[in-house]
């Protein structure tokens, strides 16, 4: 994939790759109804290390990576939900693109379990990721809908950080 705005913004570091890997990893199982376990090898022996012409070599967390698409499978029913729940009235899971779905997916499943990594971060990387394969309102659409799936699993990370914002934007 090559980023739509390629010269707007800094080139991701390792994890911020292997969210974009997790996408495209997530992706291809949904198309293809392979298990993510053979998915996972795939692009950590082969396309992560380069084998594939694909010049990811060095740049993508494997172990990040195995974990967002290992998590998303492993707790996909609880995501899909979640998402459900957080999409307009007469949005349904099922109605959005595909690309945008896996976004998603992912950007939920680390609002849920990966604790270790700040709400806003993950909100932020999601919403550079649709940045980089939409240039429509879908990104718009990924803060939104990410950012009220924040507010839901960390409220008060997320009242704190506002909370931040609000009194540095008071001098």
Not at 37 to 42: A, K, L, Q, T, W
Not at 90 to 119: C, F, K
């Amino acid at each position: 994939m090559t980023a739509s705005r390629a010269g707007d913004t800094a080139p991701p570091g390792p994890r911020g790759m292997a969210r974009l890997c997790a996408v495209q990893a997530l992706y291809q199982i949904e198309i293809s109804g392979t298990s993510h376990g053979p998915v996972i090898d795939e692009f950590i022996g082969f396309r992560m290390s380069g084998e594939l012409g694909e010049n990811l070599s060095g740049q993508a967390d494997p172990d990040f990576f195995r974990d967002v698409v290992s998590g998303v499978s492993a707790r996909d029913a609880e995501i899909v939900s979640a998402v459900g729940e957080a999409l307009s009235e007469g949005w349904s899971y099922e109605r959005l693109d595909a690309t945008l779905r896996q976004i998603l997916r992912a950007g939920t499943y680390e609002l849920i379990a990966r604790v270790d990594v700040p709400a806003r971060v993950v909100i932020d990387e999601y919403v550079e990721l649709a940045n980089a394969f939409f240039e429509g309102p879908e990104p718009g659409f990924v803060n939104a809908v990410l950012d009220g799936l924040g507010r839901r699993y960390r409220s008060g990370e997320m009242a704190a950080a506002k909370d931040t914002q609000t009194r540095v934007g008071r001098t």
